[in-house]
Nanobody, 123 residues
Framework: QRQLVESGGDLVHTGGSLRLSCIASGFDLERTNIAWFRQAPGKEREGLTCLSTSDGRPYYAGSVKGRFIISRDSARNTVYLQMNSLKPEDTAVYYC????????????????WGQGTQVTVSS
């Protein structure tokens, strides 16, 4: 059974860091594109980063490039999102998502989603 479970969300101050984890049970991470999204209250779900299996490269949205880093530990079947220099506007529920075909920032692309983890950045 395929399942994504996020963890690591917390309350941090502006400028702080957090590392989110996404345990991808039932997936072969070498053959699965994993992306991170976030959704703030009243806003649409926003694609942040995706780790592509086709070229092995990470891709980042402009809003997080240079601050967030996606990485993978295949032995642990886990994908991480290291978030640095956090800002109040980063406050949202963060989700990981999986797709076998493409690495995309469009939520409609993804069939598999985790339940989300809350990140709150105080000013």
């Amino acid at each position: 059974q395929r399942q994504l479970v996020e963890s690591g969300g917390d309350l941090v101050h502006t400028g702080g860091s957090l590392r989110l984890s996404c345990i991808a049970s039932g997936f072969d991470l070498e053959r699965t594109n994993i992306a991170w999204f976030r959704q703030a209250p009243g806003k649409e779900r926003e694609g942040l980063t995706c780790l592509s299996t086709s070229d092995g490269r990470p891709y980042y949205a402009g809003s997080v490039k240079g601050r967030f880093i996606i990485s993978r530990d295949s032995a642990r079947n886990t994908v991480y999102l290291q978030m640095n220099s956090l800002k109040p506007e980063d406050t949202a529920v963060y989700y990981c998502a999986a797709d076998f075909q493409v690495c995309s920032f469009l939520p409609i692309t993804y069939k598999y989603w985790g339940q989300g983890t809350q990140v709150t950045v105080s000013s």
